[in-house]
């Protein structure tokens, strides 16, 4: 029996949310091996990256729904990951988001996290979503307050990692 994923493609005004390509795995594997990870649990070994991009794919797969990279619209260059992610022990879905070294400051995560929401809310038909921010990660915090979420409990993982639980606004604005 032979399985095909389907990952859809997103436009937006500046960027091309798109499967994972090989031809994007270098941008990716600098980024994770890059101290920009240290809020998602890095840094990691280029191999690690590579399980890592592995993962994304497997996650549609796996829920049907997940995270594109983000790719600039014009040059279809790669800048980040941004989707829905919903590991095992995840209270529910979320809404993620990561910037490559250069795309920051661009407002690529913002653009790429509220297509991610809209199609979440939209396609699947979510009411509502969650983002979950490793404490001290400014930035990320910065963007959930600026995309309408407020603040709830945090939760920790099985790993013991403890997340901070920003919640969307309830259905597509």
Same mark, same amino acid.
């Given at each position: &029996?032979?399985?095909?994923?389907?990952?859809?493609?997103?436009?937006?005004?500046? /960027?091309?949310?798109?499967?994972?390509? *090989?031809?994007?795995?270098?941008? =990716?594997?600098?980024?994770? &091996?890059?101290? !920009?990870?240290?809020?998602? %649990?890095?840094?990691?070994?280029?191999?690690?990256?590579?399980?890592? /991009?592995?993962?994304?794919?497997?996650?549609?797969?796996?829920?049907?729904?997940? !995270?594109?990279? #983000?790719?600039?619209?014009?040059?279809?260059?790669?800048?980040?990951?941004?989707?829905?992610? =919903? @590991?095992?022990? *995840? @209270?529910?879905?979320?809404?993620?988001?990561?910037? =490559?070294? %250069?795309?920051?400051?661009? %407002?690529?995560?913002?653009?790429?996290?509220?297509?991610?929401?809209?199609?979440?809310?939209?396609?699947?038909? *979510?009411?509502?979503? #969650?983002?979950?921010?490793?404490?001290?990660?400014?930035?990320?915090?910065?963007?959930?307050?600026? &995309? %309408?979420?407020? !603040?709830?409990?945090?939760?920790?993982?099985?790993?013991? &990692?403890?997340?901070?639980?920003?919640?969307? @606004?309830?259905?597509?604005?």
């Amino acid at each position: &029996m032979n399985t095909t994923v389907i990952i859809p493609t997103i436009e937006t005004e500046n /960027l091309r949310l798109r499967a994972p390509a *090989w031809s994007d795995f270098d941008a =990716f594997a600098a980024f994770r &091996m890059s101290p !920009r990870t240290e809020y998602l %649990g890095g840094p990691c070994t280029r191999t690690q990256a590579f399980d890592k /991009l592995g993962e994304i794919i497997g996650h549609w797969h796996l829920r049907g729904y997940g !995270r594109w990279i #983000v790719a600039d619209k014009a040059t279809n260059a790669p800048l980040g990951v941004a989707g829905l992610f =919903f @590991p095992d022990d *995840w @209270p529910e879905p979320e809404i993620a988001w990561s910037v =490559f070294e %250069g795309a920051e400051g661009r %407002g690529v995560a913002h653009e790429a996290a509220l297509a991610s929401r809209d199609y979440a809310y939209t396609t699947l038909g *979510w009411k509502t979503a #969650v983002s979950c921010v490793t404490p001290g990660n400014a930035r990320s915090v910065a963007l959930a307050q600026r &995309m %309408g979420c407020t !603040r709830e409990d945090d939760f920790t993982t099985r790993d013991s &990692m403890t997340l901070e639980v920003y919640r969307h @606004p309830k259905e597509a604005a």
